[in-house]
């Protein structure tokens, strides 16, 4: 098993720039959630997803971050254009349905706007 | 707002000892609750899970929950310095994590 697989590992961009992280996620797992985690804000939950629909993104700081799942295996989540403020660390994670299935965590990207 | 609550840190313990990390949540209707351990640079990994009052044992490590008071608890034994890290609560039907708590454990 893989396990989550995210890409890429780091992205410094420049301001304005748009900004594409990309998220593969475990074999037979059917939820996928987005993070983003900073010192200040710790762990927050931006968007997730059930069987590739979009159930909560609540999370989504503003209409410059957007999120797709076009298939039960692959995610990406763009920011356009991107700002200073959104450098932190982004996470993707996956996991089956049921109340006793944790998360799986990719390793992240680290994403740095100058 | 769901909230979940850990306490702050950071905690430091010396090598050998028990260290206790604490974590409240707001919805009672939450019914599985997992711990993580975050090493600095990497992502946060599983630890442990809990979903009944009580304890629950793995190796050094125990979760204790109650339900009642919205409480769930880690408790990590014989405290080594490789257990050094943020160890988050997270409460599955909320899909929040707490903000962490720090520990470090002295040689």
């Known amino acids: 098993d893989a396990g989550v697989i995210q890409s890429p590992r780091h992205e410094v961009t420049e301001m304005g720039q748009e900004v594409t992280l990309r998220c593969k996620l475990i074999?037979?797992?059917?939820?996928l959630f987005w993070y983003r985690q900073t010192m200040m804000r710790g762990l927050e939950l931006l968007i997730y997803f059930n069987n590739n629909v979009p159930i909560d993104d609540s999370g989504m700081p503003e209409d410059r971050f957007s999120a797709k799942m076009p298939n039960a295996s692959f995610s990406t989540l763009k920011i356009q254009p991107s700002e200073p403020r959104d450098s932190a660390v982004y996470f993707c994670a996956s996991r089956r349905r049921g109340m006793n299935y944790g998360y799986t965590f990719g390793s992240g990207t680290r994403l740095t706007v100058v | 707002q769901k909230e979940v609550e850990q306490n702050s840190g950071p905690l430091s313990v010396p090598e050998g000892a028990i260290a206790s990390l604490n974590c409240t949540y707001s919805d009672r209707g939450s019914q599985s609750f997992f711990w993580y351990r975050q090493y600095s640079g990497k992502s946060p990994e599983l630890i442990m899970s809990i979903y009944s009052n009580g304890d629950k044992e793995d190796g050094r490590f125990t979760a204790q929950l109650n339900k009642a008071s919205q409480y769930v608890s880690l408790l990590i034994r014989d405290s080594q310095p490789s257990d050094s890290a943020t160890y988050l609560c997270a409460v599955i039907s909320d899909m929040r994590f707490g903000a962490g708590t720090r520990l470090t454990v002295k040689p």
């Open positions: 074999s037979g797992h059917n939820s």
